[in-house]
């Protein structure tokens, strides 16, 4: 009897279940059905099987379709590029791009949002809009940057996350940030340190890299030799002084300012500026120069770059060919000039047969360097007022003939590509014309002969 009761039970639930799926979805026919399809349990476990394919779950039928101005806005909003991001740093520093204004806007997008929405595209347009700003060697702007990332949200919590890379596009964008950072050699601080332990953690890609930064960086810093200031000289004569210092490697080099920068006005009433003109001489090419036969000329070199940081310099050399093999005389050397390193050894020893000598060696002799100079024109008038100053402490110069081999700088370069391609411009027109005029003269014999 229970048995049967519980069978009972079960049929009338079905059928409750089958109407309300049946009003649910429209089909009023079902509620209206008659006492015979009710008292039959075969109809209505067929009808069951039949409409089983329209069931649907609560959490759908609760879903109801948004309106397309509402989801347009909720895409705008959740478009966070690149593109967006130099947007508003263009909008907020039209007027000038200076640091407090890179600043300003960084201080906006944090306050606007305390879940820093979008923070990796920020950063990444931040990083790309910081030489425009001049920041890109500011060590407070970056440290400024990194605070920008939540704090203690992509910290690895066990060894698995550690090991399958947690948050890599978070952990990505630290990675770059630090790389910009060792580009323009600037070494990280301690607040750089504490900021990226707070946020991605002590075992994580950005901290091995902030570790390997300051391994390697203190063992750079202070190996060249020759060190170069990171402000360089802005006055011209400053910098060509310094520049020249640099050339000559040798500290009884004398540098001399031939002439200084200035202008002045003619009786005509036209401004001329004079250029400067700054050269060195030590006293080793003062001796080579005065040794120097007459009858062979000197010639003046130039310009050659120099590049100091992101400055380029142009510089002019005052020379001498080199003196051919059949006129060289070789001077005895003082044995006495140096005990520690001498200058030739005098040993007789017995050789091996297997000891081989025959190898060849090109030597490469470009001849004595004299002086050199560097110039605010190229022009062979201000080299000829370097060599009448060179007069005064060398005063073969006046008997030695000068030659001038003097190439054009980049600037004068490009001009002349310019004039040549105008100049190509315009031949062509005429080029095509001519070819014009001269195909009918070609076809005409042959359009006569055929009309013939």
């Known amino acids: 009897m229970k048995c049967a009761l519980c069978v009972l039970r079960s049929l009338a639930h079905g059928e409750r279940s089958l109407v309300s799926a049946a009003r649910y979805h429209g089909f009023g026919s079902l509620h209206s059905a008659s006492p015979v399809h009710r008292s039959s349990p075969l109809l209505q476990s067929s009808q069951l099987q039949a409409w089983r394919n329209f069931h649907s779950s609560p959490a759908s039928s609760k879903k109801q379709p948004l309106p397309a101005d509402f989801s347009n806005e909720r895409n705008k909003k959740s478009d966070t590029s690149v593109a967006t991001q130099d947007n508003v740093f263009d909008l907020v520093a039209t007027e000038s791009r200076t640091k407090a204004t890179f600043n300003k806007v960084v201080d906006v997008f944090v306050k606007n949002d305390v879940r820093r929405r979008g923070h990796v595209d920020f950063i990444y347009a931040a990083l790309k809009k910081m030489p425009e700003f001049g920041v890109q060697k500011d060590l407070a702007v970056y440290n400024k940057l ?4 939540p704090k203690e949200v992509f910290v690895p919590r066990n060894f698995i996350q550690r090991m399958f890379n947690h948050y890599p596009r978070q952990q990505e964008c630290g990675v770059q940030l630090l790389e910009q950072m060792e ?4 070494m990280p601080n301690v607040e750089t340190k504490v900021l990226l332990v707070q946020i991605f953690g002590e075992k994580s890609h950005p901290m091995r890299k902030y ?13 060249n030799p020759f060190p170069i200031p990171l402000q360089l000289p ?3 004569v400053d910098l060509a002084r310094f520049s020249l210092t640099r050339i000559a490697n040798d500290l009884d080099a004398e540098v001399t300012v031939y002439q200084l920068p200035s202008s002045d006005i003619t009786e ?3 401004t001329t500026t004079l250029p400067h003109v700054v050269g060195v001489q030590s006293p080793s090419q003062v001796e080579l120069l005065a040794q120097h036969h007459p009858s062979r000329p000197v010639v003046v070199e130039g310009p050659f770059p120099l590049w100091l940081r992101k400055t380029c310099l142009h510089y002019y050399v005052l020379r001498a060919d080199a003196v051919p093999s059949d006129q060289k005389v070789e001077e005895p050397y003082d044995p006495e000039r140096c005990l520690d390193y001498p200058l030739q050894l005098d040993l007789d020893l017995a050789r091996d047969l297997g000891d081989d000598e025959s190898f060849d060696v090109e030597d490469l002799d470009e001849g004595p360097v004299f002086a050199m100079c560097m110039t605010g024109s190229a022009d062979q008038a201000t080299l000829n007022q370097w060599i009448s100053g060179l007069q005064q402490n060398n005063p073969i110069l006046g008997r030695v003939p000068t030659l001038f081999r003097l190439e054009s700088r980049p600037k004068e370069l490009q001009q ?4 040549e391609s105008a100049q190509q411009r315009t031949s062509e027109p005429e080029r ?3 070819e014009e005029l001269e ?4 076809e005409w014999p042959q359009r006569k002969q055929g009309m013939n």
Not at 146 to 149: A, H, I, Q, R, Y
Not at 183 to 186: A, D, E, L, Q, V
């Open 146 to 149: 990194l605070d920008v990332f």
């Open 183 to 186: 580009s323009y050699g600037i």
């Open 211 to 223: 570790q390997r930064i300051m391994y390697w960086f203190p063992k750079f810093k202070h190996l």
């Open 234 to 236: 802005q006055d011209p």
């Open 268 to 270: 005509s009433g036209e």
């Open 416 to 419: 002349m590509t310019d004039t």
């Open 432 to 434: 095509n014309a001519e």
């Open 439 to 442: 195909e009918p003269q070609q």
